[in-house]
Antibody, heavy 115, light 109 residues
Framework: EVQLMETGGGLIQPGGSLRLSCAAS????????MNWVRQAPGKGLEWVSVLYRGGSTYYADSVKGRFTISRDNSKNTLYLQMHSLRAEDTAVYYC?????????WGQGTLVTVSS | SYVLTQPPSVSVAPGKTATITCEGN??????VHWYQQKPGQAPVVVIY???DRPSGVPERFSGSNSGNTATLTISRVEAGDEADYHCQVWDSSSDPPLYVFGTGTKVTV
């Protein structure tokens, strides 16, 4: 059974840094496209970043230069390193497996950026 | 960047049909995927590649895509269908290709 579990969310001050983790089971994160998608309170879904099987990474303009996606194949875990956090980064962050569509999602982890 | 527009809300009586639209420039040339999201839960795909249903999704859910509008149709609506619905495409025309979500529609039964 495919499972994704995010951890690492919490309350962080503006300008701070946080690293999210997404532990996968039932498949290898190195074999698929892995993504981070976020949802601000009461808002729609926003794609954040993708890590391709071959290692290429891409980011939404809103996070480019501040966020970094990576994976540890030995731990079968996806990461999102977030720097220079802003109030508008407040959201539930989901990791999700996808090629053209997202077929499996984690339960999400809440990141709140506030002083 | 590519924009997908959905109506903010749709209200439907039990047993009737709900129609949710997703508008985008020449969206008919792209594959559209639909997600159902209930409060406090992660999204779940209900339609992929315009009209395919994952196993476990009732036949009451159907999709179509043509021109500038993709449509998710829920027939014989039940109380359990009340949720937010999001459309999504993979925009291969951008460099690099990126994922785009619609603005989301709240369906009230």
């Amino acid at each position: 059974e495919v499972q994704l579990m995010e951890t690492g969310g919490g309350l962080i001050q503006p300008g701070g840094s946080l690293r999210l983790s997404c532990a996968a089971s039932g498949f290898s994160v190195s074999d698929v496209y892995m993504n981070w998608v976020r949802q601000a309170p009461g808002k729609g879904l926003e794609w954040v970043s993708v890590l391709y099987r071959g290692g290429s990474t891409y980011y939404a303009d809103s996070v480019k230069g501040r966020f970094t996606i990576s994976r540890d194949n030995s731990k079968n875990t996806l990461y999102l390193q977030m720097h220079s956090l802003r109030a508008e980064d407040t959201a539930v962050y989901y990791c999700a497996r996808a090629i053209r569509y997202f077929d499996n999602w984690g339960q999400g982890t809440l990141v709140t950026v506030s002083s | 960047s590519y924009v997908l527009t959905q109506p903010p809300s749709v209200s439907v009586a039990p047993g009737k049909t709900a129609t949710i639209t997703c508008e985008g420039n020449n969206i008919g040339s792209k594959s559209v995927h639909w997600y159902q999201q209930k409060p406090g839960q992660a999204p779940v795909v209900v339609i992929y590649y315009d009209a395919d249903r994952p196993s476990g999704v009732p036949e009451r859910f159907s999709g179509s895509n043509s021109g500038n509008t993709a449509t998710l149709t829920i027939s014989r609506v039940e109380a359990g269908d009340e949720a937010d619905y999001h459309c999504q495409v993979w925009d291969s025309s951008s460099d690099p290709p990126l994922y785009v979500f619609g603005t989301g529609t709240k369906v009230t039964v």
